[in-house]
């Protein structure tokens, strides 16, 4: 052959690999995109994931949603206590009056204009007895998946919020196939969002190893970093009271701390071609006000400098950006919340290029 066929040859074939490329990268794109979509979110917490709606103080509202779109927000992050609304025996059937509730949950995010995203969320029997609880875990999914199979694109699942406990990294790690697997049975275009183990870490991304064809998967992670000052007074946090009075000045030190767990998240997600959520973070009530409003720009700033989409937990509770008993935003987090630059694009998969 001579060497401008052969020339010719390694050009048709470097085409075809790039179109290849292209097309990977344009499935990844979606999940990017989906990812954008969620924006600046907002986490109805206290609500549908306590043991029964309302057991919390927490009683979702219509108003609520109006509430939240019109403060400028682009998506809720419901969390979801599943597992106390199914039966413990096959097929695990989940409570159609519970299905019922959530329908209106969603329905009323939708029809607001919010991305909403449904989770599993205080799955303590899983947490505590995982390989007696996967199947169930499953069967729950499948159901979900199915009866939500014909919602818009901006319904959201999280499969599985902070695995911890006996669900070890690599037990969670092996567990994710197939609940994947069992989602895309019904939906095979959904937008999945899955996080590493231990609280949903960011510094357990690494162990964190996903089905790489599929690429409509939104990785998240949780920030409560330092846990002295944002856990303080929480009495659900063994030793927390000796925490009271922690104060967050926004020093070099501490905003080069944010900057450098986020650095390494991001680091992660470039070399995996993933997209970053930041599913939770907040401060608890215990905490002093300005403090609260300080560390919580630092890390809407360090998130949106790095294009990650992000939810505050939470919404009306002890972490809460809305007073319900006022009736009004608490608007030193609420500005917090919102001041800093709109998200950037600086999560991208990386482009293919022909000689």
């Not at 998967?217 to 030793?239: C, E, K, N």
């Not at 000045?249 to 986020?262: L, Y």
Request: with cysteine.
């Amino acid at each position: 052959m001579r060497p401008w066929m052969r020339l010719f040859v390694a050009s048709l074939a470097a085409m075809a690999l790039c179109g290849a490329g292209l097309a990977a990268q344009a499935r990844a794109q979606d999940a990017f995109r989906a990812s954008r979509l969620l924006g600046r979110g907002i986490n109805l917490g206290n609500a549908l994931e306590a043991p029964q709606e309302g057991a919390w103080s927490i009683t979702l509202e219509p108003g609520y949603f109006q509430t939240i779109k019109e403060a400028g927000f682009d998506s809720v992050r419901i969390p979801i206590r599943w597992s106390v609304h199914a039966d413990n025996r096959p097929p695990y059937r989940i409570d159609p009056d519970f299905f019922r509730r959530v329908d209106w949950a969603i329905d009323e995010a939708q029809s607001h204009g919010l991305v909403a995203v449904i989770d599993m969320h205080h799955y303590t029997e899983l947490v505590d007895q995982p390989a007696r609880q996967l199947h169930r875990l499953e069967a729950l999914w499948r159901q979900i998946a199915a009866h939500y199979r014909d919602r818009p694109e901006s319904l959201y699942f999280e499969v599985l919020n902070e695995p911890h406990g006996r669900l070890s990294d690599a037990r969670w790690d092996r567990m994710v196939p197939s609940l994947i697997r069992a989602i895309r049975a019904t939906n095979p275009r959904r937008m999945l969002i899955v996080g590493p183990g231990y609280w949903n870490n960011p510094g357990h991304l690494r162990n964190l190893h996903l089905p790489r064809k599929d690429r409509r998967l939104i990785v998240t992670f949780h920030y409560y970093s330092p846990m002295p000052f944002t856990h303080q007074g929480a009495d659900w946090v063994r030793g927390s009271e000796h925490w009271r009075g922690t104060t967050w000045e926004g020093t070099a030190r501490q905003r080069r701390r944010v900057a450098s767990d986020f650095h390494a998240a991001a680091s992660w997600a470039k070399a995996h071609r993933r997209p970053l959520f930041l599913g939770e973070f907040g401060a608890y009530q215990e905490a002093d006000m300005a403090s609260r409003a300080r560390w919580t720009r630092a890390v809407v700033q360090e998130a949106e400098k790095r294009g990650f989409s992000w939810s505050y937990w939470e919404f009306a509770s002890g972490f809460g950006a809305y007073d319900p008993k006022a009736h009004a935003w608490r608007h030193p987090i609420l500005d917090a919340l919102m001041s800093a630059g709109r998200l950037a694009s600086r999560q991208q998969p990386p482009a293919c290029a022909v000689p």
